[in-house]
Structure formats: structure tokens, C-alpha cells
């Protein structure tokens, strides 16, 4: 069980991979804490969104990036892996995207 603290947002601009990354700061142990990025891809969110002829709210982009995180939580089989940088792209955010019903 991951304990975890959101600690905010910042633009990241890495060429294909350009976007808004949430920052969190976990813990497996409640005694170790690191930080991870989950990174929600400009493309991906401009994607939806022209399909949709609508704009996603801020708290919808933070909802994106939470649930991702949560899926990494149940797909990375050790705490070591969540180190790692989460990305979401297209069919990422599709997918949360219906599970939350926006």
C-alpha cells in the first residue's frame, strides 16, 4: 500500500513527450519518501479535446493524472519501478477518461 502527497504541476517541454507533469511524492514504507512525475501528454489532451470540441477543466487534468498514477500503483510489481517517470498518452487518457464519465 503506496501512501502519497500531491506537491504540484509544471510544464515540461521534452520535444514529442511535451506536457503537463503532476508531481507526487510517495511511500511504500511511510519512512522513505520519493518523488515521481506522471506526466499527461499535450497531445494526448489536445486529442480529446478536439474530438470533443471541448476544453479540459485543470481538476479534469489532475483527475487524469491521478488515476494514472493509481494504475501504475497496480501495474509496476515493486516499489523500486515507481521511481520511474508515468506517461500518459492518447489512449491513456481515453480510457481514464471514460472511467471517470466526463
Known sequence: M???????SRPLDAGADSGVEFVFSLSADRK???SVGVLVS???????????A????SAER????????????DERPAPALMKDQVRV???GVE????????
Open 2 to 8: 503506496y501512501q502519497y502527497r500531491y506537491q504540484g
Open 32 to 34: 522513505s519518501w520519493h
Open 42 to 52: 499535450d497531445g494526448a489532451i489536445r486529442a480529446w479535446e478536439q474530438a470533443r
Open 54 to 57: 471541448r476544453e479540459l477543466s
Open 62 to 73: 489532475y483527475a487524469i493524472a491521478k488515476m494514472a498514477l493509481f494504475q501504475a500503483f
Open 89 to 91: 498518452r492518447n489512449a
Open 95 to 102: 480510457a481514464i477518461i471514460e472511467a471517470l464519465d466526463l
